[in-house]
């Protein structure tokens, strides 16, 4: 089965820095891979997702990049606020499947 | 809100009471699932409802039970539950098809075995 990893488990940044969550995955034929925030005591939220026909994505501070030849796809966040501090999952599936296989989580800590 | 509640926040039984958690969705969704998430752990999947038809149950302990009455209520009924059953179970809906198609979360459920 599909076998995701991700890391670091934790980043801390400074307030306005970049940070950069990477994870890669074992099943070539994934072609989804969502990306998810968790805040404390709410469950993961959908932040932003690509699929395998799209090499890069961006929703206004947050980007995702994908190299399939390489299995592994990242999250960038540029210009980070004292909102973004939260624990960040990856995931992956296979299309017109229901099981989502995720990654171990990063949490993120925004220093002031 | 994300559209996906579940009840209760939090729980505290012994190990030999009978519980159930419910996840009520009014999205228009017609797969529902259940996970569990532990400290330092990927999300595991345990069970997946497509159409009320259970599609998938990844070697969950029958002591975990599901129930799916109707597209927009999912129940997991515990009884003679583990102390390493402690976790946070999260209810998700999508719409058929998988997870690209509107996959949302509910908050969870706190679960403390004693």
């Known amino acids: 089965g599909e076998n995701v990893e991700q890391h670091p488990s934790t980043l801390s940044v400074q307030e306005g820095d970049s940070a950069v969550i990477k994870c890669t995955y074992s099943?070539?034929?994934?072609?989804?891979f969502p990306w998810y925030k968790q805040e404390l005591g709410k469950g993961p939220q959908l932040i932003i997702d690509i699929r395998s026909n799209v090499g890069e994505k961006k929703d206004q501070r947050i980007a995702v990049t994908l190299n399939k030849t390489a299995k592994h796809f990242s999250l960038h966040i540029t210009e980070t606020q004292p909102e973004d501090s939260a624990v960040y999952f990856c995931?992956?599936?296979?299309?017109?499947?229901?099981?989502?296989?995720f990654g171990t989580g990063t949490r993120l800590t925004i220093i002031p | 809100e994300t559209g996906v509640t579940q009840t209760p926040r939090h729980l505290v039984m012994g190990m030999t009471n009978k519980k159930s958690l419910k996840c009520e969705q009014h999205?228009?969704?017609?797969?529902m699932y259940w996970y569990k998430q532990s400290a330092k752990k990927p999300l595991e999947l345990m069970f997946v409802y497509s159409l009320e038809e259970r599609v998938e149950n990844n070697s969950v302990p029958s002591r975990f039970s599901p129930e799916c009455p109707n597209s927009s209520h999912l129940f997991l009924h515990l009884h003679t539950l583990q102390p390493e059953d402690s976790a946070l179970y999260l209810c998700?809906?999508?719409?058929?098809?998988?997870?690209?198609?509107?996959?949302?979360f509910g908050s969870g459920t706190r679960l403390t075995v004693v």
């Open positions: 999205l228009g969704h017609n797969a």
């Open positions: 995931a992956a599936s296979i299309g017109g499947n229901e099981k989502l296989t």
């Open positions: 998700a809906s999508s719409k058929e098809g998988g997870p690209r198609y509107g996959y949302t």
């Open positions: 099943d070539s034929a994934s072609n989804y």
